[in-house]
């Protein structure tokens, strides 16, 4: 059952990969024409100014032939009588897309606005919330999700009952936005869901469960093929429309295959630029305007230090690299 599963998901990898590099190579050129660009932050590092009217909504690119690898997928097995056993993928779908469309409202936003902020902060995780709510529900009603938390490397499945729901929320939701943090330098997003999304595709292939391969392997195209485009000096940006899909299908994955907590380990880049940020705000507001950073979230911090956008992105991709190997042992 490996091999036909191995050969499944390396077709998926190329067909999202093949698709995303097409996509963009149409797409950059009408968000140019119609003058479809990123806003920056006055605050930000001065040299991000260059960057100014580069395309965003990028992530449309990958998020459409994400959708339809896997749902041709679940067509098929459907149409198999095997919808219930082979549909993993599906479900995970269900969470990224909302997620992707409240990242495409926020940026729908910005361009009426003509700034850098689209939603307001509240208004984004309300929505969210909504989602993660939502998918958790549905999840509980349909018997897919039980109450126990299951603690990696320990082997140990606590208990939580009703909290183990109210953890789930807060988990997708802080997920989702930890990735869409991680999103501010050219390829720093994409380059570590890559080696996330290789990560669950191996495990899928090795454990023989074809319902869940077609998600992360059509996940680690749709990323490849974005870098294409995406790495320094960027030509288009995955916007948070990108950012916020990633985050919902990364997610979505470690629930998926029951173990959450490993994301924490695999995707511990993740964690680390959204806990910059709380730091960064906390010490603020505490010390009345002195910073802990010289700028949050920490990828900028390193910038400010003098590391070039390249070294940033080889810095964090290769911890994350090793944080999936680790992470498999976990698994």
């Known amino acids: 059952m490996t091999l036909p599963i191995l050969c499944f998901s390396i077709t998926i990898t190329l067909f999202a990969f093949l698709c995303t590099v097409i996509l963009l190579r ?8 119609h003058k479809i660009g990123q806003k920056i932050y006055d605050i930000g590092p001065r040299w ?5 009217g580069t395309p965003i909504m990028g992530g449309v690119s990958f998020i459409i032939p994400v959708a339809i690898a896997v749902l041709f997928f679940t067509l098929l097995s459907g149409l198999g009588g095997k919808f219930r056993t082979e549909s993993t993928s599906f479900g995970i779908l269900l969470l990224a897309l909302p997620n992707g469309a409240i990242g495409f409202i926020d940026d729908y936003t910005k361009l009426i606005k003509k700034q850098n902020q689209g939603l307001k902060a509240w208004q984004k995780l309300v929505l969210q919330l909504a989602v993660s709510g939502a998918f958790v529900a549905f999840l509980a009603l349909s018997g897919m999700v039980s109450t126990k938390l299951y603690v990696p490397y320990f082997k140990v499945r606590a208990d939580l009952g009703i909290f183990y729901y109210i953890f789930l929320v807060l988990f997708i939701t802080g997920t ?3 990735v869409n943090l991680t999103d501010g330098i050219d390829g720093l997003a994409a380059s570590v869901t890559s080696f996330i999304a290789l990560l669950f595709t191996v495990f899928a292939v090795v454990k023989g469960n074809i319902g869940l ?4 392997a059509s996940l680690l195209g749709g990323c490849a093929g974005f870098l294409v485009y995406n790495t320094y000096p960027a030509k288009i940006f995955m916007g948070d429309t990108g950012s916020l899909f990633l985050g919902g299908m ?4 470690a629930i998926a295959v029951n173990n959450p907590l490993i994301l924490l380990v695999c995707g511990i880049i993740y964690y680390i630029e959204e806990l910059s940020v709380i730091l960064q705000v906390g010490y ?12 949050a979230p920490i990828h900028h911090h390193f910038e400010k230090c003098g590391w070039s956008e390249l070294m940033i992105v080889a810095v964090f991709s290769t911890v994350t690299l090793l944080c999936c190997v680790l992470a498999w042992f976990g698994l």
Do not use: D, W, Y
């Open 26 to 33: 149409m797409l950059i050129p009408v968000l140019t024409s």
């Open 48 to 52: 991000h100014k260059s960057k100014e």
């Open 176 to 178: 989702v936005n930890s």
């Open 213 to 216: 391969a077609s998600a992360p």
């Open 250 to 253: 990364v997610a979505g994955l």
């Open 284 to 295: 603020f507001k505490l010390t009345h305007g002195k910073r802990l950073f010289k700028m």
